[in-house]
């Protein structure tokens, strides 16, 4: 129990917060297993099973033909061969089809191409031996056999073994009840109108989606004000009917979560806080002889909260074995920090390059839902470790199947919303092909390529001694000689994204300095367009600690637009593709050329293949050129 005033016990490790929260439930009264009850066999898929399941009858009940032909005495062939074949009068044969009763007498069957007629008589010119092509009774499963044990989550094959065994109704446990339960007085329903500071319920469709995949059946709560004896109420009346409740946000220690203190006034209060990332403000307990799961409001913590936590729960309560994802190695594409002390759930893209697989991981927001919608992969980064280096090996838990992953694109580098687009329309065109893209600035992806970890990396890097973009890096990065191509995606239009109306009258990166107070945003070093507004301030003279928000920095010309949207900075360069999309107006600076980097040997390869034939489509051009800022004049071109 937590002390007294204490917001936490302490950060739980995982397995230890397993063991308090069962120890909570068998105290509280929790049932162990849920009651079993029989169900019609048609209905019983995806159920588990509550008892053994035995054969009521033989699968088949009889000897049974296993092939169309002529059912014979096997001795009747004796000696038969392509020069002294066995000729079977009307009486010695009898014609069957596949699954018809051997008749009395018959125990083997010639297929009907192998019988040759003169008449009536049947020629065989081979020997066959007995029970050829005969279905024994009890081939399958024979009477009094045991079929399926108990605990067996019961698929398409196991419902229709057991009806050819005879078997009507099956003994199973019922289906998990669980009670989702939104608070947050800023939150709203899916479909009503949001203001400033408020939220839609996402949180309440996903953990109900993800019950509902776990095997149990989910009703979701309204939405509870952040009123602690409101809360209280709800969750006294929701336990009443369920066999787990989860109660969504409200499990930190902010002035307006309660999630804790209901349970432990209510209930029994297990753990409030456990070492892992994200979800560690998660809340375990019991009320009312029913297991209560607080998890946190950021959907990346709540979806974890539940896989590590409820659908262990579910499964043990259906009496079945805890779903165990497939594992495979993988290479890392970039370095990984990590905190001490806390299990570091990292979601990953991942690719098939050079014939293993490499995992890249994806924006670690706790609120980044779309994180969840991309992740190929999970890798935990134990407590007592501070990270990965790019390139080490890893193990990652499988979230998509292993085919669907080697006909993924690994394209690390600067981002592009082009790339965003081409990954949608290749997408469209072959479900079984994927771009995944990571944004680590022209420079990394270029480092990245050359040690192996993408198959292409998107640059546009600007060298400022010669005015030449990408291709002058090639040799530093890969060394002289660099066996690599370059293929021209877009030109694209650079500029200062600043405020609709652009109400500090800025006219260029001059007046960052020459206006007072204008606050900048940068991107990430590394960043093509990071070396070209260094070029620029150089060009004008001006000195880097001069920009008010220089340090600041964001990772896509899509997070500097939101930062700009936001009030957050007054400009940032960017593209025009990613000012309109915030409706931001553009000052414009150059065009620039952006490419991709590919390994030569990788041109050809049947991977890429649909890349470049995409390029090449006029209705691909169009819809690149409707984004805004963009000319796809060269798109596709081998310009190395």
């Not at 005495?73 to 004796?78: E, H, L």
């Not at 029970?131 to 419902?159: C, F, N, T």
């Not at 092909?433 to 198959?455: E, F, K, M, P």
Request: with cysteine; charged share 20%.
């Amino acid at each position: 129990m937590p002390e007294a005033g204490s917001p936490f016990i302490r950060d739980v490790p995982a397995a230890r917060a397993h063991q308090a929260w069962r120890d909570a439930r068998e105290a509280a009264g929790c049932p162990a297993r849920l009651p079993a009850l029989l169900v019609p066999v048609g209905e019983a898929a995806g159920l588990v099973t509550a008892g053994p399941v035995w054969a009521v009858r033989s699968s088949p009940a009889f000897d049974a033909a296993g092939m169309d032909g002529i059912a014979v005495r096997s001795a009747d062939t004796i000696g038969a061969s392509e020069t002294t074949p066995a000729y079977l009068a009307a009486d010695g044969y009898d014609v069957v089809d596949t699954g018809d009763p051997m008749p009395d007498g018959r125990d083997a069957v010639v297929v009907r191409e192998h019988v040759h007629y003169q008449g009536e008589v049947a020629e065989i010119r081979a020997a066959v031996p007995p029970y050829q092509h005969v279905r024994s009774i009890g081939e399958d499963v024979s009477a009094g056999e045991l079929l399926l044990p108990e605990g067996h989550r019961l698929r398409a094959a196991d419902v229709a073994a057991a009806a050819a065994a005879g078997v009507t109704d099956l003994l199973v446990r019922r289906r998990p009840v669980v009670t989702i339960l939104p608070t947050g007085d800023e939150v709203r329903p899916i479909g009503a109108e949001t203001g400033p500071g408020e939220i839609v319920d996402t949180n309440s469709l996903m953990l109900a989606t993800q019950a509902r995949e776990a095997g149990g059946e989910a009703h979701c709560l309204p939405i509870e004000p952040d009123d602690p004896e409101r809360i209280a109420a709800a969750v006294q009346a929701a336990v009443t009917g369920c066999d787990l409740l989860i109660i969504v946000a409200g499990s930190s220690a902010g002035r307006d979560d309660y999630t804790a203190r209901v349970v432990a006034e209510t209930g029994t209060l297990a753990v409030h806080g456990v070492a892992v990332r994200p979800g560690h403000p998660v809340v375990l307990g019991a009320v009312g002889g029913t297991p209560v799961l607080g998890a946190p409001g950021y959907p990346v913590s709540a979806a974890l909260t539940f896989d590590i936590f409820a659908e262990p729960l579910l499964a043990e309560l259906m009496g079945a074995p805890p779903r165990r994802r497939p594992r495979a190695a993988a290479r890392l594409a970039r370095k990984l920090a990590s905190p001490l002390g806390l299990d570091d759930w990292v979601r990953v893209r991942l690719g098939l390059v050079g014939g293993g697989l490499v995992a890249t991981p994806l924006p670690r927001g706790a609120g980044v839902l779309t994180s969840l919608v991309r992740a190929d992969g999970l890798l935990v980064v134990p407590a007592g470790l501070e990270g990965h280096h790019a390139g080490e090996q890893v193990e990652v838990e499988l979230l998509r199947g292993v085919d669907e992953i080697a006909g993924t694109i690994v394209a690390i580098g600067s981002h592009d919303l082009v790339l965003d687009l081409a990954s949608s329309a290749l997408r469209a065109e072959d479900p079984m092909v994927t771009l995944a893209s990571s944004n680590v600035g022209s420079l990394g992806g270029l480092v990245a390529l050359r040690d192996g970890l993408c198959h292409l990396a998107g640059s546009h890097l600007l060298d400022p001694a010669t005015g030449e973009y990408t291709l002058s890096y090639l040799d530093r990065i890969f060394g002289p000689g660099a066996d690599v191509s370059v293929v021209r995606l877009v030109h694209r239009d650079q500029g200062l994204m600043v405020a609709p109306g652009n109400p500090l009258g800025l006219g260029g990166i001059g007046d960052l300095t020459a206006r007072p107070g204008v606050r900048y945003v940068n991107r990430q070093r590394g960043a093509g367009t990071r070396v070209l507004f260094d070029f620029e301030l150089g060009r004008l003279g001006i000195a880097p600690g001069d920009i008010d928000g220089y340090a600041r920095e964001e990772p896509t010309h899509l997070a500097v637009a939101a930062a700009v949207a936001a009030g957050r900075a007054d400009a940032g360069l960017g593209i025009l593709a990613a000012a309109r999309a915030f409706g931001l107006d553009f000052l414009p600076v150059t065009q620039e050329p952006y490419d991709l980097v590919v390994a030569t040997g990788a041109m050809d390869s049947p991977l890429l293949a649909p890349l470049w034939s995409l390029l090449r489509s006029d209705r691909f051009q169009a819809a690149v050129t409707e984004l805004g800022g963009y000319s796809t004049k060269e798109m596709g071109r081998r310009v190395r």
